[in-house]
Each structure stands twice: as C-alpha cells, then as structure tokens.
C-alpha cells in the first residue's frame, strides 16, 4: 500500500507540469507520500520518496532523452536522489509533538532540499513545485520577497496539514491555517497586480521578437539565417517604431569577430532598419595565453557600435564538461556525450539601448532567480531571455516547462521580460507575469510588444535574493539537529 501511495504522488505531480500543466493539484500532490511515510523509519523514508521520484520524473522529464541516450536514465536517479533525501529527513518529524511544528519542518525540508538542487555546476531548478503555479498570478506575488521557493513552501505546507486531517480523519487546525494564509496571499496578489504600474517611468520601449523557426538539427548557413529574418525584421521596423529587435539564441553559428563580411551585412541591416538588434553567436576572448569561446548575445547598435554578454551558467554536459581541455578522458567524455567547447563568462553585463538598459539571459540562465537579480542591480530597466528550444521539438511538454519559469523572473523583480526562443515560446510578460505579446509555437515570423523601462526601485527579492530560503534551510537544520538529539536520547 506504501508503494501504491508513493506511485499515486508521483502521478499527481505529473499532472501539476505541462503537458498536462494542471497546477491546482499540487495542493494535494504530496499528501499519498506524506500518509505513505508517516512513522516509517528512515531507511523506508528514503525509499518510498525516491520511488516517488522516479514515477514523477521518468514522464515529466523523458524530453532530457533527446540529448543523449543516458541523460534520461542519469537524470532521472540523480534528481530523486532528493526526493529519497527528503523522505529520509522528514521520517524524524514525530520527534515534534506540535502538528504546527511539522508541518513547519515538512515545508522547510522540502523547500531547502530543492533549491540545494540548484546549486553548483549540476545546479538544476526545474520541476520545483513552485513554478507549477505560473498561471495563478495572484498566489505568486509573494515571489517579490521570497522569489519561487516562498511558494512551493506554501504548497508543502498545505499538503502537510492536508495529510495531519486525513491521517487523523478530522478537520485539523494547520489546513485551516494555511487555507486562511493563502486566501490572505490570494487578495494581497490581487491588489498588487493593479498597482504594480506605479514601479514605473514614463519611458517605454517598442521591441520586435522574431521567431525564425529553424530545424536545430540542420545546419543553416548565414546566407540562409539573414534571406530568413532580414525581411521579417525588415518588415517590423516597417510597420511599427521599435527600438529593439530580438532574435534567439546562436542564431549565426558564425563567429563575427571572424567574419568581417558577415559583421558588416549586420551592421548596414541594424542602419537600415535604424533600430538596435540582439541575437545570438559565439564570440571568443583572448585571456593571458588562453583563448576562451563564449556562447554571446550580441547587440549592434545603428551607428554600427557592437556590445556582448557571454553565458555565465553554461548547460552541465551540453556546454561544458568540466576539465574536458585539462584531461584527455574528461574530452573524450566530452565527445561521447557530444558536448559543446564554451567557456564560462563571470560578468552579469548589461546591455545599453540608449533608452533603456537591459540585461540578457541566455537559454538556461533564464531558469535561475538570483541571475535575473544581478541584472537589475546592475540597472537593468528590463529582462531578454534568448533561447534555443528546438531541441525539445519532440516533446513540447518540456520547451512549455523552460518558459513557464520565465513568469517567475518577471514577478519576482517587477519587470517587463523579453522571451525570444527560436520554435517558441516568445513572449513578452509584464511585471505581474501577464503574456502581453506572443506567438504560437513552430511558427516562423514576429511580433512587436510595447514595454514599460523599470525605474530604480528594486524588490525586496532583487536586493537580496534567495534570502528567504536561506532561513528556510537554516531553520531545518536547526529542526533536523533537534530532532536527531532527541532520537538518541531515546
């Protein structure tokens, strides 16, 4: 029966991310494996929780196979290893006597234990259960202050108090309380939302997405990249007064530092159309005797001036394998699990439009909180992302998952955000994670959305980051060293 519950969580979860995208049911997805390990020592903890996890990720994580025959296999026991350290942790909680302090320590677990998920070179936020609230803008606003896990700490938190009243087979006080607090969270979300303008300038931005729609897996010279989007960019600027002009991430395989023909047909294009352009390409740098290769947005402005951002968060094994130019079995590792040769930048640089300065994420980046931050303390008036989804082609359900997070970026910074991805999804959202502009996906063309620049007033997120889930995980530890003291002393 433990297995059967355990499964049942696993299934529930899937139902909470696209495709199915039903995130009301997150509310109760983790009640099966909460009554599964209630009073089970910690060895049955970990294995129920990480069976929980392999039914969860085997489906809503089967796109990662697109990659490489064994990152499904790989990822799928690597990321319920969490889930099994989380079942192994919680098993302690009847040490509390208060069911406030367990759920309490439930919430904190889980919510540490995920974004410890996202730290280092493996770092991997997706499938948090936060974003499974993307399209209830109310309940996220919280995001302003505690950014995503604020919200998967509430989700955990009503599971547990859900699982205590059924456990118990009465109304118990923690459910009320947190049906209270969310309700609470639900009308202040609202009331934000009709005010978030007042965050403003009068300044604003006209900006052109376009979507090129290329195969990822064939290679499209530059003559055939520019006889795509010149006309479509062309087109835009025709119609309509933009200032910027996006297209996707490594759009030009070509390297313009290179390829001076190539540089100067863009910048005549940027004159032309008298409007900045960004786009994706690699570029290189030469540091000391080493010559480092960067996956780059580049933004060339009218008078012909070129600005670049390099990728800080490379792909783990789809970028970069770490020591794959130090050591020979770590490159030919690198070629077995066909890895790209990019180096790591370490500067967030912001872009200038002359109206506005934004800041680019590139792909992966757009998946990580703190590096949307960065950007805007640095002055960044609005957000890019620029991605190349197409690898996904196979499975939508994952290029929905990669954008869906985006919402979060532009709550938790109260900012307008920029998605331009080769396939789709583009976007625009505005500050309360509203899609003001887009198009359908696999479908070449563009579209042109008016955007607000942000002023100097930051979020309590933007100034300090994951600070919220730092006490989260600060609180657990205390909770779990409490609680082993109390086992042993038994």
Not at 130 to 142: A, D, M, R, V
Not at 186 to 200: D, E, R
Request: charged fraction near 15%; include cysteine; aromatic fraction near 16%.
């Amino acid at each position: 029966m433990s297995y059967f519950l355990s499964a049942l969580s696993g299934f529930l979860l899937m139902l909470c991310f696209p495709p199915f995208d039903l995130g009301f049911m997150a509310c109760i997805a983790l009640v099966p494996l909460f009554i599964a390990i209630d009073r089970q020592k910690s060895k049955e903890g970990f294995t129920l929780s990480f069976f929980c996890g392999l039914v969860f990720f085997s489906v809503s994580a089967f796109w990662v196979s697109v990659f490489h025959p064994l990152a499904l296999p790989l990822g799928i026991i690597y990321l319920s290893l969490f889930f099994g350290l989380f079942g192994f942790v919680i098993c302690f909680k009847n040490g509390f006597s208060s069911p406030f302090l367990q759920s309490i320590f439930l919430a904190s677990a889980w919510t540490g234990i995920e974004y410890i998920k996202t730290l280092g070179f493996l770092g991997f936020p997706w499938f948090s259960l936060g974003y499974t609230q993307h399209k209830f803008l109310e309940l996220i606003q919280i995001s302003r202050y505690t950014g995503v896990w604020g919200v998967t700490f509430l989700i955990v938190f009503f599971n547990a108090g859900f699982s205590q009243a059924l456990l118990k087979k009465r109304l118990d006080k923690i459910l009320v309380l947190t049906t209270v607090i969310i309700g609470c969270i639900y009308l202040w979300g609202h009331s934000v939302i009709k005010k978030y303008s007042q965050n403003f300038s009068g300044d604003e931005l006209n900006v052109a997405v376009v979507q090129g729609n290329f195969d990822v897996y064939t290679y499209f010279p530059a003559d055939a990249v520019l006889s795509r989007l010149s006309p479509l960019s062309m087109q835009a600027v025709k119609q309509n007064k933009i200032d910027l002009v996006v297209w996707t991430e490594t759009v030009l395989l070509e390297n313009l530092q290179k390829d001076e023909i190539l540089k100067q047909r863009l910048i005549q294009l940027v004159k032309d159309m008298n409007c900045y352009l960004l786009l994706g390409t690699p570029s290189f740098r030469t540091v000391g005797n080493e010559r480092k290769h960067f996956n780059s947005a580049v933004l060339i402005s009218p008078d012909g001036g070129i600005s670049y951002y390099n990728k800080n968060h490379l792909v783990p094994f789809g970028e970069l394998v770490p020591g794959n130019k130090r050591f020979g079995f770590m490159g030919k590792f690198a070629q077995l699990v066909q890895s790209g040769e990019y180096d790591p930048d370490s500067e967030a640089q912001v872009l200038d439009t002359g109206k506005g300065k934004f800041g680019t994420m590139i792909c992966f980046e757009g998946i990580f909180g703190d590096y949307a931050g960065k950007f805007v303390n640095k002055g960044a008036n609005f957000l890019v992302n620029i991605t190349e989804d197409d690898w996904m082609k196979k499975y939508p359900s994952g290029m929905k998952q990669h954008a869906y997070m985006s919402v979060f970026r532009a709550v938790e910074n109260q900012i307008y955000y920029v998605r331009a991805a080769n396939s789709g999804l583009s976007f625009i959202l505005d500050p309360a994670g509203r899609i003001i502009d887009t198009m359908p996906m696999k479908k070449e063309g563009f579209f042109v959305g008016k955007i607000h620049l942000k002023n100097d007033a930051k979020t309590f997120y933007t100034k300090y980051g994951d600070m919220f889930v730092r006490v989260v995980i600060f609180c657990s530890i205390v909770m779990t060293f409490i609680l082993f003291g109390k086992k042993s002393r038994d």
